[in-house]
């Protein structure tokens, strides 16, 4: 079926979706906490708030704002962005803050983001946490929505697997949001599938999306072993886990998320993907979506988000 988006309605996806990235994030962040244990989230007991959130949503609403601002994703606008909104306390890893204070400096951004790991560019899962609303944003069209994601992640990230992972990711959140306005929760395997097409099949990326299609149905432990969890912090270790957990409970924001932090590793960051891709489809408050009392627990967005 095809239908027009207009713009009031893309920004309310990308709200929605940016809802469920920061809540992810922001709960997420407490499991680094001593004394915090995923059984107690198993066992229906939050931490208590709020839940701070961390580069993951600061760098989203940034995204966020571009596509309220322009409808579209202007690399230069984005680039000075994250670098001027950049709070080094939120968590941002030591590369991240190099590139950004470069191009905070001055330096353009391909120079930045090309400059990182002696020329190779970053391969690491920033470009991916933040990408999920805008995906949503795009839900009428898959392809555009890997088009702005490559854009969104080249500011950054400008290895090849760094740009798969933000492609993957927002490929996924505009299938997801599409379901939701088509009323007709996409499979796990279909999912995944679309996601595999849309990105560079040479990656590392596109196989483990390929193998986390391969897996579902299998336990979280075995998963896990496969996929990775995250905590290498790359795109190649966060992303295919990501949408294995969120293509199984794409119906069940709680449930995606207590997945992620029961299989341990980036927790923020892994919480913060499938909470974007998730909320996407199921919307705020709703019956599977995310809970109003854990979004009141989260601590408050930046007062410049759209």
Not at 136 to 143: E, H, I, K, R, V
Not at 211 to 232: D, Q, T
Not at 233 to 240: I, K, M, R, S, Y
Not at 249 to 266: F, K
Request: hydrophobic fraction near 45%.
């Amino acid at each position: 079926m095809s239908f027009t988006l207009f713009a009031d309605a893309r920004l309310a996806l990308a709200r929605d979706s940016l809802a469920g990235l920061s809540v992810g994030d922001a709960l997420g962040s407490q499991y680094f906490v001593p004394g915090r244990h995923p059984a107690d989230l198993a066992a229906g007991s939050l931490p208590p708030p709020p839940w701070e959130w961390t580069d993951d949503t600061e760098m989203a609403c940034s995204v966020v704002a571009e596509l309220a601002e322009s409808g579209r994703v202007d690399r230069d606008r984005l680039a000075l962005a994250f670098a001027d909104r950049a709070e080094p306390y939120r968590g941002y890893g030591p590369g991240a803050v190099t590139i950004l204070r470069l191009i905070r400096t001055g330096t353009p951004w391909p120079v930045a983001a090309a400059s990182a790991f002696d020329g190779q560019g970053s391969c690491g899962n920033g470009a991916a946490m933040r990408v999920a609303p805008l995906g949503a944003y795009f839900a009428d069209s898959p392809t555009r929505a890997a088009l702005e994601a490559r854009a969104s992640a080249e500011v950054t990230h400008a290895h090849p697997e760094g740009i798969a992972g933000a492609v993957a990711v927002a490929v996924a959140a505009a299938t997801a949001a599409r379901g939701r306005l088509d009323g007709d929760r996409p499979a796990a395997d279909r999912l995944l599938a679309g996601v595999a097409g849309a990105v560079d099949p040479a990656s590392e990326v596109h196989r483990r999306v390929r193998r986390a299609a391969e897996l579902l149905g299998h336990p979280l432990p075995r998963v896990v072993a496969a996929l990775g969890n995250g905590s290498r912090v790359t795109a190649q270790d966060t992303v295919g886990f990501t949408l294995w957990v969120a293509a199984t409970h794409l119906h069940d924001y709680p449930a995606a998320i207590r997945e992620c932090v029961a299989a341990g590793g980036d927790v923020d960051t892994t919480a913060a993907i499938v909470g974007g891709i998730v909320a996407a489809y199921t919307g705020v408050g709703t019956p599977g979506g995310v809970p109003t009392d854990w979004l009141t627990a989260r601590e408050p967005l930046p007062t410049w988000t759209p």
